[in-house]
């Protein structure tokens, strides 16, 4: 019967393989496959009873994914499980549970468990061992680079059933050989014949190629050197397009191997010189993904990336073109292959670009070998600003190939370009930083007809003649301090942008230059004369600072958007169009300009003319619709008006002392910032200027009246000093920090919120003001009232005043005595005519308040905790006002009168905390009036029931019931606490909790303790989606609500003294943020195994089970845990191996679990256990392995101990104690 079932499942295994071989079928667009797949095929040796791996390695693109996955798509048919795990290198380096990720897809896939659950790449291994055997499984792990991946995913061949096969692709043979794998296959790349038939694929959709592209097709197969990947992406790439975008495989190569990591605008201008299409290029190249164009910058420069998988591969291209003979390859990047090629005379007409670092090279070599290649098309080299001149002292000038198209060499050490360089192809200079002081040789002028672009920005050039330059469009001389003398082209029609920067040039003429985009003047201090174009039709930016120019005619400059001209001292005159209506910034400060007219200019954005003392006259569009900052300091004009600026922003106008009008506009919404310091205004009109910030009217002597907005929700700052002002009402200011109204000696009221809580410096000094209320102002630090003559009335309410720091109280105050006992004080001033008289007399006292606030008459003792209270009130005023804020004790007080208590306390609208503790019956029914209050704490109370108000009271964040032993139900309504963070329940008679409590989706804590009758929870606790602490403790709660393990943010549950408690929930474990475990006192049997899936608990405490007989045996899945106290659990006989995995537990704690006899083997594992407690137990031996630990404190177990001579509390050897 054997063998004929045998026979049987032959046959049904050969009719599947024939139904598979009809039904599978090579991808079409797959050259040369098949044959490449009967190879690895031959290699896996399929049918053999052994488990087999083998490599299959080559460079990147070479192939070797797609041939992996065709030769799974052909056999894993004959396996009972297979998995493709693509990518291991990118999943495993991103992240630290990359590892655990390709675990848990092999196991999914070989096992078809979608439910498949890894805890640690050490569980992985575990479980891999474990389920694997049992099945004969294929498995591909493809971009291997390390071999930990291989032992994570694939460690032994005992891990795997008979008939396994597991297939490795990798660029790294090194990898495969250490671990062990003998099979090795190199894939073979495409031979001419096949990439031309794969390439034709791509770009053509057929097997053969178009006739007139045929040339083409066989130039770019010849640059993709065999490599598919390359082939598909070229071919891809290039279908669609016309014979000119296909040379853009120039640019491709080009960034690859020289100009990854450039700015774009010098790739550009590269790219340009060689003749090719540069921007039409790299924006196709960028939509195809091949390259990415990113910020370079702050400036807004943007920088070539490509992605390095994809920048070896393009090198690739150009290394396999000629293999091992970099002579003759078209560009050259690698510091040794150029020495190399220069030193040994290797040099050929192949090579067309070289990217070199001279530092690193021998620079006799380089400089004078690079004449001999003849087609250089594109040089750069960077000498270092390292490198010190004397190095080449004794090098003649370097030899240049006459074909170079491209040149930059940075820091260039010579003082010319060499005399035998004829530069006729050159379009592209580019020597920044160098020692050039003329650019030819012995002043040689030499005609450059191609030359576009030229910067030799920070030289040591003196002069320069650009006469023979007359198609120049790009000329970057900025930083030449030396530069004296430039000659420019007779006719610089094609010139659109200068820097000429930092120069010493005294006259410049670009009356022909017409096409000029961008002038960059700045910091030529000596510049007396520049001649501009009468028309600049595309003129956008022009920077002409720090100059000696009396007179500027700019122009007709339509397109202008930026004119900077700071710091001209000498200007007197400019001569702008009158329609500028592109204008956008403008910047004359400094300057000494008597009138400005900016035209139509309706676009401006920022407009500077600080410190241009002499202007008297400015005229500004009625309409600036887009002006955000104006800064108009030390301006003599005596009336402004800047029109309708619906978005300014800021306003500077300090040192205007001539301004004595200034015209705004009714709705400067979005006006943040005003400075008016040292003018003549006499009103002004804020009341819109609903967002202001900053305002600073500082010495203003002749303003009167000032209109603040209703409410200034953003003021932070007000200064108003040396003012007329009589009246002044700041209106709502919440945020305001800082008040300055100093020599205000005309003020006699003054009007301030009630409530200013960032308040920290107030300055009234020398104003008339009689009385002042400072309202709530808790972190006021400084309080300035010298020579207040007039102040006879100080109001602030209980408990402000306590951060007050400084205190300057001098001159004639009304006052007679003052006194101030708040602790920190740094300082303290009290002067003149102040001194000490009984405090009947007083208008202001300090109280600390030893009685009961409730009571004028202070006759009934009242508990010490208002001692820290301190208040500032007139002695007819002692009632409390609505304004108080801080803590209010009930404690022992002879007043019972709910009435009493009702009326004064449930009026303080603006409470936040309140106490109420003692022999109190009920609590106000009023309480709903507290609309601010936060924390609710009732102590010791008799009461029975919470009135329904409660539930009204929006701000709550904290109820706390503790030991109002007769409370027996809460308002049904609980849940509209929508604020409440806390709620503590302690010595209740409660019996359950209201159902709307699961309403509270901002509760983070819950307490229920000693609520001895509590039989049952809500069933929807687990909608407390913000729940973070849970504590029973002494309930008669006999099971959990399954809900409970939807709390996904709590993170702490304590489940103390609950006797009845039967069972805990089984998907516990779906607490995933739990990190601290506790349950006492308990008769549960069980742990659920779920358990073991609360990756983030670090502390789990389990004390005085009775009848816990075991712990799961997968506990040391707990990987995070760093504390584990297991005590009392008498039978409890052993402690699972897994605990081993536990690496960062630190404290063990077994105290009086008397059945446990031995410890894990694997608890030396554990490298940081710190503490080990086996007081109680029967443990009578100890572990070797646990004894090598350094530093590992062991408590109890004297017999044990003894034995292996320590004491019952010993140390093993580390940090220098044993």
């Not at 005992?158 to 990798?170: A, D, E, H, L």
């Not at 407690?1173 to 029967?1178: H, K, N, R």
Request: net charge neutral; hydrophobic share 40%; with cysteine.
């Amino acid at each position: 019967m054997l063998h004929e079932a045998q026979f049987i499942q032959k046959i049904v295994e050969e009719l599947s393989l024939e139904l598979h071989s009809t039904h599978f079928s090579i991808d079409k667009k797959l050259v040369g496959m098949e044959t490449r797949i009967n190879d690895v095929v031959s290699y896996l040796g399929i049918g053999c009873d052994d488990v087999r791996m083998i490599g299959i390695k080559g460079m990147g693109g070479g192939g070797k994914t797609t041939l992996a996955r065709a030769v799974f798509d052909q056999i894993s048919f004959r396996f009972e499980g297979k998995s493709f795990v693509e990518n291991v290198r990118e999943i495993s380096n991103a992240s630290l549970s990359g590892f655990k990720l390709l675990q848990n897809q092999v196991l999914s896939d070989v096992l078809n468990d979608k439910d498949i659950n890894i805890s640690s790449v050490y569980d992985g291994k575990h479980m891999m061992k474990r389920m694997m055997p049992n099945r004969k499984v294929l498995v591909v792990l493809d971009d291997v680079d390390h071999i930990d991946q291989l032992e994570a995913l694939a460690g032994e061949p005992n891990w795997f059933k008979p008939g396994s096969r597991i297939i490795v692709t990798t660029i790294d043979e090194q990898v495969l050989i250490a671990h062990r794998v003998k099979l090795i296959h190199d894939v073979n790349l495409l031979s001419d014949m096949e990439a031309i038939c794969l390439f034709n694929k791509y770009a053509f959709g057929g097997d053969i190629s178009i006739q007139q592209y045929e040339k083409l097709s066989k130039q770019v197969v010849g640059y993709a050197a065999g490599l598919p990947l390359m082939v598909r992406v070229l071919g891809s790439f290039l279908c669609g397009k016309n014979e000119l975008e296909w040379d853009y495989k120039e640019i491709f190569l080009d960034i690859a191997c020289i100009m990854k990591g450039w700015r774009k605008d010098n790739a550009i201008k590269a790219f340009e010189s060689c003749g090719l299409h540069a921007r039409n290029g790299l924006r196709v190249l960028e939509q195809r993904s091949l390259i990415t164009i990113s910020n370079y910058n702050s400036k807004g420069y943007k920088c070539i990336g490509m992605h390095d998988h994809i920048q070896e591969m393009g090198r690739n291209i150009v290394r396999r073109s000629h293999l091992d003979k970099p002579h003759k390859h078209s560009r050259l990047w690698i510091a040794d292959e150029i020495e190399e090629i220069l030193a040994n005379d290797l040099v050929t007409k192949a090579t067309r670009c070289i990217l070199v670092h001279a530092e690193k090279l021998n620079p006799h070599i380089v400089l004078k070998g690079l004449g001999k290649m003849k087609k250089l098309r594109l040089l750069a080299v960077d000498i270092g600003y390292r490198s010190r001149t004397s190095e080449f002292n004794n090098i003649d000038n370097p030899d240049f190939p006459n074909a170079l198209q491209y040149l930059r060499v940075d820091y260039y050490p010579f003082w010319s370009l060499p005399k035998a360089f004829q530069a006729n192809n050159l379009v592209s200079l580019e020597m920044a930083n160098s020692q050039i002081v003329q650019l030819w040789e012995a002043g040689e002028n030499k005609v450059l007809n191609k030359l576009r672009f030229l910067n030799l920005s920070w030289s040591k050039l003196s002069t320069l003649d650009l006469r023979f330059n007359p198609n120049l469009e790009t000329l970057n001389l900025g930083g030449c301090s030396n530069l004296v003398e430039l000659h420019m082209p007779v006719g610089c029609l094609k010139l659109i942008s200068a820097d000429i920067s930092h120069s010493r040039l005294r006259t410049l003429d670009l009356g022909l230059a017409p096409n000029l985009t961008k002038l960059i003047l700045a910091r030529c201090r000596n510049l007396v004369e520049l001649h501009m174009p009468r028309r600049c039709p595309d003129l956008k930016s022009l920077q002409l600072t720090h100059s000696k120019l009396r007179t500027l005619d700019i122009g007709r400059t339509p397109v202008l958007e930026n004119l900077d001209l700071e710091d001209c001292y000498y200007l007197e005159e400019l001569h702008m169009a009158d329609q500028c209506q592109n204008l956008r910034n403008l910047n004359i400060c400094h300057s000494k300009l008597r009138t400005l007219n900016l035209g139509l200019s309706p676009n401006l954005r920022t407009l500077y003319l600080q410190e241009c003392c002499n202007l008297v006259e400015l005229h500004m569009l009625d309409r600036c619709l887009y002006l955000t900052s104006l800064q108009l300091a030390n301006l003599k004009v005596r009336t402004l008006d800047i029109g309708l600026t619906p978005n300014l922003k800021t306003l500077d106008l300090r040192n205007c002392y001539d301004l004595e009008e200034l015209h705004m506009s009714v709705g400067c919404l979005k006006l943040t910032s005003v400075d008016l310091t040292h003018s003549r205004l006499r009103t002004l009109d804020l009341g819109l200027a609903l967002n202001l910030e900053i305002l600073i009217i500082d010495q203003c002597p002749d303003l009167v009246e000032l209109q603040m907005p209703n409410r200034c929700l953003n003021l932070v700052s007000l200064q108003i000093t040396n003012s007329k002002l009589r009246t002044l009402d700041i209106g709502l200011t919440p945020n305001l920090k800082n008040l300055d109204l100093e020599n205000s000696y005309y003020l006699e009221e003054f009007h301030m919120v009630d409530e200013c809580q960032k308040l920290a410096n107030l300055n009234l000094s020398h104003s008339k003001l009689r009385t002042l209320n400072l309202g709530l102002t808790p972190n006021l630090k400084n309080l300035y009232l010298a020579q207040c003559c007039n102040l006879v009335e100080l109001t602030t309410p209980l408990g402000c005043l306590k951060e007050i720091s400084h205190l300057y109280v001098s001159g004639g105050l009304g006052f007679r005595a003052l006194t101030f006992q708040a602790k920190g004080y740094e300082s303290f001033s009290v002067k003149e005519s102040l001194r000490v008289v009984p405090l009947a007399e007083l208008h202001l006292i300090e109280v600390s308040l030893e009685s009961c606030p409730l009571h004028p008459d202070n006759s009934l003792a009242l508990t010490r905790n208002f001692e820290m209270l301190i208040s500032f009130y007139r002695e007819d005023q002692l009632s409390l006002t609505r304004n108080f804020e801080m803590l209010i004790s009930l404690f022992k007080c002879a007043c019972t009168s709910l009435e009493k208590i009702s009326g004064s306390i449930c009026g303080l609208r603006r409470l936040r905390k309140l106490k109420m503790e003692g022999s109190f019956v009920e609590v106000p029914k009023d309480l709903d009036g507290l609309e601010c209050l936060e924390e609710l704490i009732l102590l010791s109370t008799k009461i029975n029931h919470l009135p329904d108000t409660i539930c009204k009271l929006k701000h709550l964040k904290s109820l706390e019931l503790n030991l109002c032993s007769l409370l027996e139900t809460l308002p049904e309504d609980l849940g509209w606490l929508e604020c409440l963070e806390k709620l503590t329940l302690y010595f209740t008679i409660i019996k359950h909790l209201p159902d709307s409590i699961c309403m509270l989706k901002h509760l983070k804590s819950l307490e229920l303790n000693a609520c001895f009758l509590l039989e049952k929870l809500p069933e929807d606790l687990g909608r407390l989606e913000c729940l973070e602490k849970f504590t029973l403790y002494s309930t008669t709660i006999k099971h959990l609500p399954d809900s409970i393990c939807m709390l996904k943010h709590l993170k702490s549950l304590a489940l103390n003294s609950c006797f009845l408690l039967e069972k805990l929930p089984e998907d516990l474990g779906l607490l995933e943020c739990l990190e601290k475990f506790t349950l006492y006192y308990a008769t549960i049997k069980l742990l659920p195994d779920s358990i073991c899936m609360l990756k983030h608990l670090k502390s789990l405490e389990l004390n005085s089970w009775f009848f816990l007989e075991k712990l799961p045996k997968d506990l040391g899945q707990l990987e995070y845990l760093e504390k584990l106290k297991v005590m009392k659990c008498e039978r409890l006989q052993e402690i699972p191996n897994s605990i081993g995995e536990m690496k960062y537990l630190k404290h063990i704690n077994l105290a009086n679990c008397i059945r446990i006899e031995k410890l894990p083997e694997g608890l030396g594992c554990i490298e940081c256990l710190k503490e080990l407690d086996i007081e109680g137990t029967s443990i009578s031996h100890i572990p070797q392995s646990i004894l090598l630990l350094k530093g590992l404190l062991i408590i109890g177990s004297k017999g044990v101990l003894e034995s292996r001579g320590f004491t019952s509390e010993m140390q093993t050897p580390g940090n220098g104690t044993s």
